[in-house]
C-alpha cells in the first residue's frame, strides 16, 4: 500500500547527505594503476559522495517502480489523501504495518547489496594499488 515510502524517505535523506558531501570534498585522491604490463596511468580513487549516489540511484528507482506498481493497481489516487488505506482505519493500520514490515526489509535489503557493493570497489581499488610495481 505504502511501502514504497520507506525506501524514498531513505533515499530524500541520503541525496541531502550526498550534495554535502560533494561540496566538502575538494580534491579526489589519486592514485597510478598499471594494467597488464602497461605504462602506469594516474587514476581517481572513487569519492564516498559518488559511491553514496549509486544508494540513491537505487533506492530512487526502487521507490518509483513501486510507486508506479501501486499506482496500477489502486492503491495510490492522484486526489486527497492520495493513499486509498488512509480512508478507512482498518486499512491504515494495515498499511502502517506494511510500511513497518515490507518497507523497512526493502530498504534495509537494498542499503546492504549497496555495502556489498562498497567491499567489491574497495577489493578492487586495493587490487589495483597492490599491482603497481614499487617505485624506486
Same mark, same amino acid.
Request: charged residues 20%; hydrophobic residues 55%; negative net charge.
Given at each position: 500500500?505504502?511501502? &514504497? !515510502? $520507506?525506501? %524514498?524517505?531513505?533515499?530524500? $535523506?541520503?541525496? $541531502? =547527505?550526498?550534495?554535502?558531501?560533494?561540496?566538502?570534498? %575538494?580534491?579526489?585522491?589519486? =592514485?597510478? =594503476?598499471?594494467?597488464?604490463? #602497461?605504462?602506469?596511468?594516474?587514476? #581517481?580513487?572513487?569519492?564516498?559522495?559518488?559511491? *553514496?549516489?549509486?544508494?540513491?540511484? *537505487?533506492?530512487? +528507482? +526502487? /521507490?518509483?517502480? !513501486?510507486? &508506479?506498481?501501486?499506482?496500477?493497481?489502486?492503491?495510490?489516487?492522484?486526489? &486527497?489523501? &492520495?493513499?486509498?488505506?488512509? /480512508?478507512?482505519?482498518?486499512?491504515?493500520?494495515?498499511?502502517?504495518?506494511?510500511?513497518?514490515?515490507?518497507?523497512?526489509?526493502?530498504?534495509? !535489503?537494498?542499503? %546492504?547489496?549497496?555495502?556489498?557493493?562498497?567491499?567489491? /570497489?574497495? =577489493? $578492487?581499488?586495493?587490487?589495483?594499488?597492490?599491482? !603497481?610495481?614499487? #617505485? /624506486?
Amino acid at each position: 500500500m505504502a511501502c &514504497f !515510502l $520507506i525506501p %524514498a524517505a531513505e533515499a530524500v $535523506i541520503t541525496t $541531502i =547527505v550526498t550534495k554535502v558531501m560533494r561540496s566538502k570534498e %575538494a580534491n579526489p585522491e589519486t =592514485v597510478k =594503476v598499471q594494467l597488464d604490463g #602497461e605504462e602506469p596511468v594516474e587514476a #581517481e580513487k572513487i569519492p564516498f559522495s559518488r559511491k *553514496l549516489g549509486w544508494l540513491n540511484k *537505487l533506492l530512487w +528507482g +526502487g /521507490s518509483a517502480l !513501486l510507486a &508506479f506498481e501501486h499506482v496500477w493497481h489502486g492503491e495510490v489516487v492522484p486526489w &486527497f489523501p &492520495f493513499l486509498t488505506a488512509v /480512508s478507512d482505519p482498518a486499512e491504515a493500520a494495515e498499511m502502517l504495518n506494511e510500511m513497518a514490515t515490507a518497507g523497512v526489509a526493502m530498504a534495509v !535489503l537494498v542499503t %546492504a547489496v549497496w555495502a556489498g557493493m562498497l567491499v567489491v /570497489s574497495s =577489493v $578492487i581499488e586495493k587490487r589495483a594499488k597492490k599491482a !603497481l610495481p614499487a #617505485e /624506486s
